[in-house]
């Protein structure tokens, strides 16, 4: 993804104000909100873009503040905050993606449990100059359409259920989400691009050896947890 450099700017992220909403006793579904939203932020000038949709999520009509670091860093969730700053300095200082999966807490209180999914934006010289890519809103379905429009896949997907039961495995085990939310990503992306549901379990299965191996230390978790598996069955 190519995109024009933007002008330079003054290193160093905003702090966090001490004010913060408020969250819930528990969060709440409201199936009227978006369920998806897009973004960019830009390292050099360190701006945000939201869709309107990333707008109404935050509890804001689209345009009626400008979104910032600061503004983002305040809505987190006390116990996600530092984790998020984190990564968006990561972000401007070695050019990485703005993933994550965190908390936030709209202007209403309520709050919401995110997945965001980003990749970089490349300048004419190849080297990373932003990141841009979704919010997805892990507290309730992405979208009933969606469950609408796989009417017409149902067959299909019957037929590729194993290559598609894996790429969810991928999903959950990536992401730390459950059966139901990877699937709901997958259709997600189906929609967002106009391809089979199949077609995109497939085409993750086949470029995923490219993916970095894990680390040793993750590596090393598993075997243990391999290893000892028998020991935690009830009986």
Same mark, same amino acid.
């Given at each position: 993804m190519e995109s024009p450099v933007e002008p330079p700017a003054e290193p160093g992220l905003p702090e966090t104000p001490p004010s913060e909403p408020v969250a819930d006793t528990e969060p709440t579904n409201e199936s009227a909100?978006?369920?998806t939203g897009s973004f960019r932020f830009w390292f050099a000038t360190r701006r945000w873009e939201w869709?309107?949709?990333v707008y109404q999520m935050h509890g804001y009509t689209p345009g009626e503040i400008e979104p910032t670091t600061d503004l983002l860093l305040r809505h987190k969730h006390p116990g996600d905050r530092d984790q998020v700053?984190?990564?968006?300095?990561r972000s401007i200082t070695e050019g990485e993606p703005f993933s994550s999966r965190h908390r936030f807490i709209d202007t209403r209180g309520t709050e919401h449990q995110v997945m965001v999914v980003a990749d970089r934006i490349l300048g004419p010289d190849g080297r990373p100059?932003?990141?841009?890519?979704?919010?997805?809103?892990?507290s309730g379905t992405i979208?009933?359409?969606?469950? +609408?429009? *796989?009417?017409?896949? @149902? %067959?299909?997907?019957?037929? =590729?259920?194993?290559?598609?039961?894996?790429?969810?495995?991928?999903?959950m085990r990536i992401y730390r989400i459950t059966d139901e939310q990877a699937?709901?990503?997958?259709?997600?992306?189906?929609?967002?691009?106009?391809?089979?549901?199949?077609?995109?379990? +497939?085409? *993750?299965?086949?470029? @995923? %050896?490219?993916?970095?191996? =894990?680390?040793?230390?993750?590596?090393?978790a598993f075997d243990h947890l391999l290893l000892t598996l028998h020991e935690r069955i009830p009986h």
């Amino acid at each position: 993804m190519e995109s024009p450099v933007e002008p330079p700017a003054e290193p160093g992220l905003p702090e966090t104000p001490p004010s913060e909403p408020v969250a819930d006793t528990e969060p709440t579904n409201e199936s009227a909100g978006p369920r998806t939203g897009s973004f960019r932020f830009w390292f050099a000038t360190r701006r945000w873009e939201w869709s309107p949709e990333v707008y109404q999520m935050h509890g804001y009509t689209p345009g009626e503040i400008e979104p910032t670091t600061d503004l983002l860093l305040r809505h987190k969730h006390p116990g996600d905050r530092d984790q998020v700053a984190e990564i968006i300095a990561r972000s401007i200082t070695e050019g990485e993606p703005f993933s994550s999966r965190h908390r936030f807490i709209d202007t209403r209180g309520t709050e919401h449990q995110v997945m965001v999914v980003a990749d970089r934006i490349l300048g004419p010289d190849g080297r990373p100059v932003g990141t841009a890519g979704y919010y997805v809103d892990l507290s309730g379905t992405i979208a009933t359409a969606g469950r +609408e429009a *796989l009417n017409d896949q @149902l %067959p299909e997907l019957i037929e =590729a259920r194993a290559a598609i039961e894996q790429a969810k495995g991928v999903l959950m085990r990536i992401y730390r989400i459950t059966d139901e939310q990877a699937f709901e990503l997958l259709v997600w992306r189906s929609q967002e691009t106009n391809t089979r549901v199949r077609e995109l379990a +497939e085409q *993750l299965l086949a470029e @995923l %050896p490219g993916v970095p191996a =894990a680390a040793d230390t993750t590596v090393a978790a598993f075997d243990h947890l391999l290893l000892t598996l028998h020991e935690r069955i009830p009986h």
